[in-house]
C-alpha cells in the first residue's frame, strides 16, 4: 500500500485562472536539499507580486521526474526574468524549462526547451 502524499503539485496549489504557460522544475538530492529550500524562498520573495507561482519541494521523483524537485509557473512575458534569475541562482542545481502545452508527455521530452536543462 502507497503511503499518501504529504505535497501538493502546481497544478493543484496554482490560484485559478493562472497563466501556468511554462514550467521550470528545479531538480534536488539529500545533498542539495537545504540549498533547493533556500532558492525556493528566495523565488518566493524575488517574485513576489509577480504572476510567478512557486510550488512545493516534492521530495519524491514523480511522473518523468527521476529526482525530486519544486516547480515554478509563470507566464510568457516573464520568461526571461525567471530564466535569467535561476541562470544566477541556481548554483549546482538542474533546471528544466519547458512550454506547457497540455500535453505532459510531450512537454517533457519534446517541447521546445528539451535541450534547455541546465546542469
Given at each position: 500500500m502507497t503511503a499518501p502524499r504529504t505535497y501538493k503539485y502546481n497544478s493543484e496549489l496554482a490560484p485559478k485562472g493562472f497563466p501556468r504557460e511554462f514550467d521550470a522544475h528545479i531538480y534536488f538530492d539529500?545533498?542539495?536539499?537545504?540549498?533547493?529550500?533556500?532558492?525556493r524562498e528566495k523565488a518566493l520573495s524575488v517574485f513576489q507580486g509577480q504572476q510567478v507561482?512557486?510550488?512545493?519541494?516534492?521530495?519524491?521523483?514523480?511522473?518523468?521526474?527521476t529526482q525530486p524537485m519544486f516547480e515554478i509557473n509563470f507566464p510568457r512575458p516573464l520568461f526571461t526574468d525567471v530564466v535569467l534569475w535561476l541562470v544566477r541562482e541556481r548554483g549546482d542545481l538542474s533546471v528544466l524549462v519547458h512550454q506547457l502545452t497540455g500535453d505532459d508527455h510531450y512537454d517533457h521530452t519534446q517541447g521546445m526547451f528539451k535541450t534547455f536543462i541546465l546542469t
Open positions: 539529500d545533498a542539495t536539499r537545504s540549498f533547493a529550500a533556500s532558492l507561482f512557486t510550488g512545493e519541494l516534492i521530495p519524491d521523483a514523480v511522473g518523468p521526474h
